[in-house]
């Protein structure tokens, strides 16, 4: 009796399709565990910035209300002028001398944080002003309940000192708040990159599932053709 048998042509062999294909579903799985984690790292990275922005513009927003009581401080002071009771006086140069102390903390705050070099920069100039402010402003509310005569320049030097401090303030303010919406547009773009790249790679682990699943049901298929042709 004539046998015939199919052949099985001069392809991979069965054992080493199944270990092939079991190799490339733990790469697959690998480079999922890879995303997943990186994911995971890069949005506890923009997190982390994001609050460190946040407290940042949370630190600069109390040194620009001290920037203003320090300037109620000194009007005050000019105002009420050297006819002020002793307890008033005292009362006025304690609350310029707090303010100005908070502003200044403020800023040493800012400046200790994780911030950009640049931005860490310009916060460090600023903080040079920020003492020339509160020494002008100690000065002032000294002068003015001294004498309402050694008030007359001290006006003018006070004024510069707030709005040449303003400007500055806020301009800190914006590079502030962009540095936060900067982080969290580069955590959620690299989010996005992340989890597509775990979709493909569970795709892939899918695909890889399923044809190693079809290898060993072609394989019986064939055997069950040989064994009716023998």
């Known amino acids: 009796m004539q046998v015939s048998k199919v052949s099985h042509g001069k392809g991979l062999s ?12 733990l790469l697959s799985l690998g480079i999922t565990v890879y995303a997943a984690y990186n994911g995971l790292a890069q949005s506890d990275q923009g997190l982390e910035g994001s609050m460190t922005a946040t407290e940042a513009v949370l ?5 620009d209300m001290m920037h203003d009581g320090i300037r109620g401080d000194v009007l005050q002071a000019m105002l009420k002028g050297p006819m002020a ?6 009362a006025m140069a304690d609350a310029v001398t707090e303010h100005g102390q908070k502003f200044i903390d403020d800023m040493a705050a800012v400046h200790a944080m994780q911030l950009p070099p640049p931005l860490l920069a310009e916060v460090e100039r600023i903080q040079g002003l920020v ?4 020494a002008v402003a ?17 006006i003018d ?11 500055e303030m806020g301009k800190l303010d914006d590079a502030v ?9 580069a955590a959620r773009s690299s989010n996005a990159d992340y989890m597509r790249l775990m979709i493909a790679a569970s795709v892939a682990s899918a695909l890889i599932l399923i044809g190693s699943n079809l290898i060993p049901v072609s394989y019986t298929h064939l055997r069950a053709h040989e064994t009716r042709h023998d």
Request: aromatic fraction near 6%.
């Open 14 to 25: 069965l054992k080493m399709r199944l270990r092939l294909a079991g190799a490339a579903a």
């Open 59 to 63: 630190r600069t927003m109390d040194g």
């Open 85 to 90: 009771p002793p307890d008033q006086k005292k």
């Open 131 to 134: 003492q020339t402010y509160v």
């Open 138 to 154: 100690n000065d002032s509310v000294k002068a003015a309940t001294k004498s309402f005569a050694d008030t007359s320049g001290q």
């Open 157 to 167: 030097k006070f004024q510069k000192a707030f709005e040449e401090l303003e400007v």
């Open 177 to 185: 708040a962009q540095i936060g919406q900067d982080a969290g547009q």
